[in-house]
């Protein structure tokens, strides 16, 4: 599970203090904020691979904040776990429809929420416990950082890698060049579009090494996908 970046947004100290070390103990990168607001910059600025997200906040509150994202189309593939101290059924039905993937009832044990989030994070499809993503033959490591494609291993850059990572975790989906920017590059960095196509074009020429330059399409007018059907 290593690698993977959670962001945990609780206005209550204690809590915040409790799940920072818990998280960071069990191998996870924790950034943690105190309200919404700040998530939102943290966003703008980081790939997160998951949200823990305190129901009442001051200001936007979490449940306004899930909502927000999900509507995202930048967002919205980020999987969000809601914590609330409300024990309400119908609380629990509120947040599960504006798609937060998960809910826990305050008080819980940090231990109970590691096994929420591995459970969310497979289930969404990103790394597995080992941390690796496999497509097809292609498989990443991201805990060694290194790609291999039917046991070879590829030379990527940084870049390169973290651009792989996010196609290989949305597989089949068409992303335009300013969803890639914000996705990999982050929002708050100021890049020209065509940076995109740099990238694009190195990575698949590296694919094109093993034959498999087809698993990145350009979908005209749009932007690319990342597909093993063409
Ligand atoms: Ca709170």
Redesign the pocket.
């Known amino acids: 599970m290593s690698n993977l970046n959670i962001l945990v947004v609780?206005?209550?100290d204690a809590i915040r203090d409790m799940l920072i070390m818990a998280l960071g103990q069990s191998d996870l990168q924790v950034t943690a904020v105190a309200s919404a607001e700040e998530a939102l910059r943290i966003l703008a600025d980081q790939n997160i691979d998951l949200i823990v997200l305190?129901?009442?906040?001051p200001g936007i509150s979490?449940v306004e904040l899930a909502r927000r994202l999900k509507n995202d189309a930048s967002y919205k593939q980020i999987p969000i776990i809601l914590l609330t101290?409300r024990a309400e059924e119908s609380d629990k039905v509120r947040g599960l429809e504006i798609g937060a993937d998960d809910y826990m009832t305050k008080p819980f044990s940090p231990k109970e929420l590691i096994a929420r989030i591995r459970a969310v994070i497979r289930r969404t499809g990103k790394l597995d416990d080992t941390g690796q993503l496999t497509i097809g033959d292609l498989i990443l490591d991201a805990s060694q950082h290194r790609l291999t494609i039917a046991g070879q291993t590829m030379d990527v850059s940084p870049t390169e890698f973290k651009l792989i990572q996010f196609f290989m975790s949305n597989p089949d989906k068409v992303y335009s060049r300013t969803q890639l920017l914000d996705q990999v590059w982050g929002r708050s960095v100021y890049i020209e579009e065509r940076t995109v196509d740099v990238h694009i074009r190195r990575l698949r020429k590296i694919l094109a090494e093993f034959d498999r330059e087809d698993l990145i399409q350009t979908v005209r007018g749009f932007g690319y996908r990342f597909s093993l059907t063409g």
Not at 54 to 57: C, P, Y
Request: hydrophobic share 45%.
């Open positions: 609780e206005d209550e305190d129901w009442m906040l979490g101290a």
